[in-house]
């Protein structure tokens, strides 16, 4: 399997395992353990245990790399899982956010730039008009 493709399944696996970590955390915080996966509960007893020595902070980290690492031979990586390439984050209390960098977009001028947000929402909104007067047309077509 080529690097490319190895390296879009490890950011695939990352992703996927920070988001269910996350949320396997908060169940668990909720009341929810039973009603997780048996591989979620083994690795958030694993996580626990380790609170027991090290911070919540590098527990967690680990716990992360425990699961992307599970998920990068799932999803069909070859070899061990590559270390991801360290992100910017910024924590307030409990909460991380994790800031990346934006990529510029290509087409777009500076000027038009403010009209984006506003023909994204206006397409769905002309595509369900112009369904709807088809509709009404083939109605009054069919009855006559």
């Known amino acids: 399997m080529s690097s490319s493709a190895n390296t879009s399944i490890a950011k695939k696996a990352r992703t ?29 007893t694993d996580y626990r245990a380790r609170l027991e020595t090290m911070s919540e902070d590098e527990s967690t980290a680990l716990a992360v790399r425990e699961v992307y690492s599970a998920y990068y031979s799932e999803m069909g990586g070859v070899g061990a899982a590559p270390e991801p390439k360290a992100r910017i984050s910024t924590t307030k209390g409990k909460i ?15 000027e038009r730039h403010w009209m984006s947000p506003m023909i994204r929402t206006f397409r769905p909104a002309l595509l369900i008009l112009a369904i709807m007067v088809a509709l009404i047309v083939t109605y009054r077509f069919l009855m006559l």
């Open 96 to 110: 991380v956010r994790v800031q990346r960098r934006l990529k510029p977009q290509a087409g777009l001028s500076a």
């Open 16 to 44: 996927k395992a920070e988001a269910d970590f996350a949320t396997w955390l908060m169940m668990a915080k909720l009341g929810g353990f039973d009603d997780l996966p048996s591989n979620a509960q083994s690795f958030l």
